[in-house]
């Protein structure tokens, strides 16, 4: 199956800056990845979603201060976080959806790096 690592995350002032990573390991034919986060006592919410060949969607919240990257030799995508507020306060989840080189489909999610903003 395909695994997902997720690293980067911590605490930062607000209005700085973070950068999450996520790899994904497998026999991986086709793959499109996003990223979501959970603050306490809310529902997991889309951050960006990066379609397999297509631009990257982001959420309202987060537009023109979250930016993504990809690199498609390593199967490994970046969740460029600027101008964090204390609202950005949650765990960040990586999830990938595609199909493997055995055409079968998959979904993984990563194991989660709590991002806190505060001073």
Known sequence: QVQL?????GLVQPGGSLRLSCAASGSILRIAMGWYRQAPGKQRELVASMPSGGTTN?????KGRFTTS?????????????S???ED????????????T??????????????????
């Open 5 to 9: 690592v997720e690293s980067g995350g």
């Open 58 to 62: 982001y959420a309202d919240s987060v």
């Open 70 to 82: 990809r690199d498609n030799a390593k199967n490994t995508v970046y969740l460029q976080m600027n």
């Open 84 to 86: 964090l507020r204390p």
């Open 89 to 100: 306060t949650a765990v960040y989840y990586c999830n990938a959806i595609g199909l493997t």
């Open 102 to 119: 055995t055409r079968l489909n998959f979904e993984s999610w990563g194991q989660g790096t709590q991002v806190t903003v505060s001073s």
